[in-house]
């Protein structure tokens, strides 16, 4: 199984603030990398698949990238509406497709 | 586009619950489908997937042997059969739209979720 590690847990910015999420794998998954965004009492979204291909209606602030084990999230502008849980899951050949145990991006 | 779950409830441990999800504005399918589940204050565990034509399923090693997956395209419906059913299972259950870009999938359309409470 592969273990995807993200951090950190919390992140702490201000609106307006540049935030930066990582994501590892325990081996490499290519770019099958998808990164989702959760609110509080809210599904999953899909940001980001592809490791660095935006969704449909996600907004340019918000960019991926990375490829093999290590990934990034970035979202270069905060604004009040991103403060959220961020999870990063791997889409490789077979299951489970394991999720990271996410990071809440709060405010500061 | 939208998929609906129902189902959950309050059930003893070692009992049995059936999940449904109901696929509204697209043809389900065309489709391999999920179910996610997350516990109270926890993150997100794939459960089980199923292909179009119900020839490929998989489950995750925690629910495998108790857990069937299933699908009616008739009915644009997916299922999830849960059985002997533990206090570790208690999670809100997402149904999820696996959408292939060429090389690359992910979940594009997610239910609102159903809760299920295994308790005594």
């Known amino acids: 199984e592969i273990v995807m590690t993200q951090s950190p847990a919390t992140l702490s910015v201000s609106p307006g603030e540049r935030a930066t999420l990582s994501c590892r794998a325990s081996?490499?998954?290519?770019?099958?990398l998808a990164w989702y965004q959760q609110k509080p009492g809210q599904a999953p979204r899909l940001l980001i698949y592809?490791?660095?291909t935006r969704a449909t209606g996600i907004p340019a602030r918000f960019s991926g990238s990375g490829s093999g084990t290590d990934f990034t999230l970035t979202i270069s502008s905060l604004q009040s509406e991103d403060f959220a849980v961020y999870y990063c899951?791997?889409?490789?050949?077979?299951?489970?497709?394991?999720f990271g145990q996410g990071t809440k991006v709060e405010l500061k | 586009l939208q998929l609906v779950e129902s189902g959950g409830d309050l059930v003893k441990p070692g009992g049995s619950l059936r999940l449904s999800c109901v696929a509204s504005?697209?043809?389900?399918?065309?489709?391999?489908m999920n179910w996610v589940r997350q516990a109270p204050g926890g993150g997100l565990e794939w459960v089980s997937c199923?292909?179009?034509?119900?020839?490929?399923?998989n489950y995750a090693g925690s629910v495998k042997g108790r857990f069937t997956i299933s699908r009616d395209n008739a009915e644009n419906s997916l299922y999830l059969q849960m059985n002997n059913l533990g206090v570790d299972d208690t999670a809100v259950y997402y149904c999820?739209?696996?959408?292939?870009?060429?090389?690359?999938?992910?979940?594009?359309?997610w239910g609102q979720g159903t809760m299920v409470t295994v308790s005594s």
């Open positions: 999820a739209r696996d959408f292939n870009w060429g090389i690359v999938n992910a979940y594009d359309i």
């Open positions: 504005g697209f043809n389900l399918n065309t489709y391999t």
């Open positions: 199923i292909d179009s034509s119900s020839n490929y399923i």
């Open positions: 081996q490499s998954v290519s770019i099958h």
């Open positions: 592809g490791a660095s």
């Open positions: 899951q791997q889409y490789t050949n077979w299951p489970p497709w394991t």
